[in-house]
Structure formats: structure tokens, C-alpha cells
């Protein structure tokens, strides 16, 4: 069974400009979660969708949105690019909303670079 | 805030050490999970134990749970280089992480 794919690998974009991540999960799984993870933050919650719908939201400015597809693939949008938001963006899916008893599979992430 | 909470931050060890890693975690769970991540990857999981059981064995790894205390650990035995990477927990009902425990295994 394929794991979880990420799309782009690696990203550089400049302040400003806005960028879409995309997420395939396990077949089979409806849940996605989106994470950011940085040195000096570490992994933060970013938001899950479960079933095309936003279940769980971190604690991130509305320039960070996501959607799910019927096919449970799932993007996410950053705009007004900013220094900061250079990250490790890592997706997971789980069979479940929120993991009950179901873990994470994740995927290796997308390095996004902002200059 | 996140729910688990992992200690100590780092831990550096010889290769066939035994490596311990904690997690404290604040409110009731149905079950607490602990995943590995090697640099600049996705996190592995590596195990769930479910609020009913105080133990549990995968290989190398034991992992306990004290409800009581709010508190799980991570066991790995006979530890090997390839074991360095982060060691994360999570609970069921916060799917957050902690910092995280940076293991170095050394050769």
C-alpha cells in the first residue's frame, strides 16, 4: 500500500507570493492533518480535515488555509509569504478523525524556503 | 498548548545502552502514541497503549503508562546508531506534539 505523498518536495518562493502544498493519503484514509514544523517552534498543529470538512484548527493566521477533496486528497494554502513561514510542512492521514485508536502516517514533508 | 510533553529534551548514550524518554500529558486520554523522526522526515509511529493497559512491548521498545500520574515513557533497549532520531508523543485527544526527545546513539 503507498504512503502518504507530498507534492512538492522542496519549495522556494519569495515574501509576498502565496503557494498551494498537496497531501495524498493512504487509500482508504479520510483523515488529514497538516503540521509546520521549524527549529525554533518544533511541530505545530496546523489544521485536520476529516470527510472535505475542517474538524481541528491550530493556533495559525487565516493566511494559512486548507481544503480536502472527495478522493480525500487534501492542499493547503499559504499567502502573503512571509520570512517566517520557511518550514518542514508535513501531512499525515489517519483512518479516523483525530486518531481514535487510528495513528498518523505521515508523509516526508515539503521544505518550503521563503527569501 | 499541547498536550504531551516529552523529557529530557536530549539524551546521548553509547551504542547498547538502554535509552529512557518521559511524557507528561494534561488531561484524561483513550490512548497515548509515541512516533520517531529522523532529520528532515515524516514522523515513524512506533507504538499506542490504550488508557487500560500499563504496558506494552514492540521489539526494542516498551512503552509504560501511568494514568495516575498522567505520565508515559519510552523504553529502548540495546540501543543502535540507527536509532538516533527526535522521540515524540502524542494523545488521542490532542494531536499535538511536544519539542520532543533528540536521542544521539554514539558508536
Known amino acids: 500500500k503507498a504512503g502518504v505523498t507530498q507534492t512538492p518536495r522542496y519549495l522556494i518562493k519569495t515574501r509576498g507570493q502565496q503557494v498551494t502544498l498537496s497531501c495524498s493519503p493512504i487509500?482508504?484514509?479520510?483523515?488529514v492533518s497538516w503540521y509546520q514544523q521549524t527549529p525554533g517552534q518544533g511541530l505545530q498543529f496546523l489544521f485536520e480535515?476529516?470527510?472535505?470538512?475542517?474538524?481541528n484548527k491550530g493556533n495559525f493566521p487565516g493566511r494559512f488555509s486548507g481544503r480536502q477533496f472527495s478522493n480525500s486528497r487534501s492542499e493547503m494554502n499559504v499567502s502573503t509569504l512571509e520570512l517566517g513561514d520557511s518550514a518542514l510542512y508535513l501531512c499525515?492521514?489517519?483512518?479516523?478523525?483525530?486518531?481514535?485508536?487510528?495513528?498518523?502516517?505521515f508523509g516526508n514533508g515539503t521544505r518550503l524556503t521563503v527569501t | 498548548s499541547q498536550q504531551g510533553e516529552e523529557d529530557p529534551q536530549a539524551l546521548s548514550i553509547q551504542e547498547g545502552e538502554n535509552a529512557t524518554m518521559n511524557c507528561s500529558y494534561k488531561?484524561?486520554?483513550?490512548?497515548l502514541q509515541w512516533y520517531r523522526q529522523n532529520s528532515g522526515r515524516g514522523l515513524v509511529h512506533l507504538i499506542l497503549?490504550?488508557?487500560?493497559?500499563r504496558e506494552k512491548h514492540s521489539g526494542r521498545l516498551r512503552v509504560t503508562l501511568d494514568t495516575s500520574k498522567k505520565s508515559s515513557s519510552l523504553l529502548i533497549t540495546a540501543s543502535r546508531a540507527a536509532d538516533t532520531a527526535s522521540y515524540f508523543c502524542?494523545?488521542?485527544?490532542?494531536?499535538?506534539f511536544g519539542a520532543g526527545t533528540r536521542l544521539t546513539v554514539k558508536p
Open positions: 499525515a492521514s489517519s483512518l479516523q478523525q483525530r486518531s481514535y485508536n487510528s495513528p498518523l502516517h
Open positions: 488531561t484524561s486520554i483513550n490512548n
Open positions: 487509500s482508504g484514509h479520510r483523515s
Open positions: 497503549i490504550r488508557s487500560n493497559e
Open positions: 480535515y476529516f470527510s472535505e470538512t475542517q474538524r
Open positions: 502524542a494523545t488521542d485527544n490532542d494531536m499535538r
